[in-house]
């Protein structure tokens, strides 16, 4: 049976604020501390989750600035996972131009998804596009430190 | 707005020396107000010689990455040079899967970098 210091889960309301996204953010990387995760794992998880909120927050309440998007989060001793809703009507992540094609490295936008899916294990949008869940599973000891 | 800058900025031989005062390159609102110190520094010089060092910096997203673009596209339409410097392994392969590390010439050291606009 897992105990307090096995799992940490949650669910936030959060606004676009930068200390209420810091506040959630720390939280779950203190966790990710707590269990010993590598560095790595922390770099990855905090890259993942700011691309995720900043792109709820820009295109999916770029019409509702003042509510507050959803953020759940389930930690344990081998893999993070984070899903992140927000109310907007969602878009087709199959849509996004590849960026590391020639004809893109020169555009200053649309790394996001492709920097989520890089560092994550296992990436995955509803059918309306408006709510992303995210796993990212914990290397092997000794790799990633 | 300099008691604001979120940008340490020195000038030598020509080529202007930034670096960046915080850690996490992750807030769109100082990643903005960066782009447009930056621009503003390229504006006001005719051939702009830039080197930006991350020394200090842990963490960006893919928002700095994009004004970093921004700023590179700047100093190539007045035929100036921006170098990068000083990145750390994480963030180099972050350059690396975006492919970004094709478009920026990246230099393990300041000095290295500022010898290379020489």
Redesign the interface.
Known sequence: MANAHDNASGVVKVHDE?AEILAIEERILGVLDEMGYPS?SG?AV??AF??AI?NAF?HGHRERPNEAVTVEYAVDTRSVQITIEDKGPGFDPGIIPD??LDEN?????G??I??IR?FMSDVAFNPSGNRLTMRYDRPPNGSGA | MAGDSRLRIREADGVTQVEFVDRNILDEANIQAIGEEIGSIIEGAPEPKLVISFSNVDHLSSAALGALITINNKVRAKSGALRLSNIDPQIYEVFMITRLNKIFEIHDSTEQAVESLA
């Open positions: 930068r790595a770099f905090r890259l700011e691309e900043t820009e960026p590391t490295l020169d555009k200053p936008f790394r996001g492709m920097l890089s």
